[in-house]
């Protein structure tokens, strides 16, 4: 009998689409991904269905849209968070026998029931929330009361992070997961690495410091490469890398306000906002039992969906409740004439509802809405200025416009209907509950 695949998922916060190569030609060399690329697929349409952290984070981990989890925004410190009833991808995974790690950014609850031990994870370590949300704080004086702690299976650790430990987060993760993969390479395991960069305020090692001659930012991006150097070389050494899933990808789009501490998006907008510079994130997924090496893939599909897919190959028991996200393996593997189950993908920003993406990804309807756009972005750490610009009733053709400039409403008036159907049923059916 073959053995079970392993999965990893590396989720950074605030990454940019084209913060990496082969996404993108960027300024700094990024090697290991570059390397985990050649070894499976890039995917240039993989969403999150809301570009703001704990949202993000609560649909990976449980496979449904926020309008269901009801997580929305990014969670305070000391929230409570997801309700306990929603298992996430690490408890589902538990009950087949697998062992499971987290290390890095939480941010979806900071009770004792919905922290990482409570929610499937035999080991974690790592922050609860933002690493800017803290008394050094550039803006925010809400932060002042806060202790920025440092969490290790169920305990503080650090009472109160200081800018110095910040410099080696990046690092402490990376050793702890190949650490976890060492110990645990003889059983199939789940090991999620959220990482806290590169989120504001940005930090690297000393080993980073400078590296780059590109500035802060890229010296950050060059540590998070290394991060994933170092856990490929970990499941080599252990003989596991081909019975391992390794997702690698972003919770969300650039925080441009931060400007040149900020990474970079060619689509329209960027985090906290419907538009695809929040909600589409540069994914590499490397597997070689399933997926062929060296692919792109312009099939679109959603974090939501890697729960199922993650259950499917490993023989688990999804939850007995409706989940959202669905078996993805044929696109995600490449195979010839996959299509996407899904007829759409809902797109929000907080507790609004900003529209749909139809399922094969030729589509997207903006609902009338608000959004931030940046009016002048910030500098060296210090956040610039945004303003509020609005959205009419909206069609995009994705196909031939992923910038989404033009609006062709007019053009497809049964394309529109179809898809405001759509919304307005899943408006009905979920978004309405949340009061």
Request: glycine share 8%; proline share 7%.
């Amino acid at each position: 009998m073959s053995r079970k695949p392993n999965f990893i998922v590396m989720f950074l916060d605030d990454s940019g689409w084209a913060d990496f190569r082969p996404f993108w030609e960027t300024k700094y060399p990024t090697p290991h991904v570059e390397k985990l690329a050649e070894g499976g697929c890039c995917y240039n349409q993989f969403y999150v269905p809301q570009a703001i952290c704990s949202a993000s984070r609560a649909s990976l981990l449980t496979g449904c849209y926020p309008g269901r989890h009801k997580v929305y925004g990014a969670l305070p410190p000391r929230a409570r968070g997801l309700d306990p009833s929603f298992l996430t991808i690490a408890q589902i995974l538990q009950l087949s026998d697998y062992t499971t790690g987290v290390f890095g950014k939480w941010h979806i609850g900071d009770h004792e029931e919905t922290r990482p031990p409570a929610k499937g994870f035999d080991e974690s370590s790592g922050l609860m929330y933002s690493n800017d949300m803290w008394k050094y704080h550039p803006q925010s004086r809400h932060f002042d009361k806060f202790e920025l702690q440092f969490w290790k299976n169920g305990k503080i650790e650090i009472d109160d992070v200081t800018p110095e430990q910040q410099r080696n987060l990046t690092t402490w993760y990376a050793e702890h997961a190949v650490d976890f993969i060492e110990r645990n390479a003889d059983n199939p395991f789940f090991l999620y690495i959220p990482h806290n960069m590169p989120h504001v305020p940005l930090f690297c090692s000393d080993k980073f410091e400078g590296k780059s001659g590109e500035g802060l930012y890229a010296d950050v991006m060059m540590e998070i490469d290394w991060s994933v150097g170092q856990i490929m070389d970990a499941l080599e050494r252990k003989d596991v890398a081909d019975d391992t899933v390794f997702v690698f990808t972003s919770d969300n789009g650039p925080w441009v306000s931060y400007g040149n501490h900020a990474g970079y998006t060619p689509y329209r907008e960027a985090k906290g906002t419907g538009f695809d510079g929040g909600t589409r994130s540069a994914c590499v997924i490397k597997y070689p039992n399933g997926i062929p090496a060296g692919q792109w893939s312009d099939q679109t599909f959603c974090s939501v969906d890697l729960l199922p897919t993650f259950a499917k190959l490993a023989g688990a028991k999804l939850p007995d409740y409706e989940i959202d996200g669905v078996d993805v393996y044929d696109i995600i593997t490449c195979q010839p004439n996959a299509t996407n189950p899904h007829e759409y993908y809902p797109v929000s920003t907080g507790r609004n509802f900003d529209g749909i993406v139809s399922g094969d990804g030729k589509w997207k309807l903006h609902l009338p809405h608000s959004y931030r756009t940046l009016v002048r972005a910030g500098d060296d750490g210090k956040p610039g200025e945004y303003g509020t610009a609005k959205i009419e009733l909206s069609l995009f053709d994705m196909e031939n416009d992923p910038y989404e400039a033009t609006n062709v409403i007019d053009q497809h008036p049964e394309i529109a209907q179809k898809l405001q159907a759509w919304a307005e049923s899943h408006r009905n059916r979920w978004w309405m509950e949340r009061n």
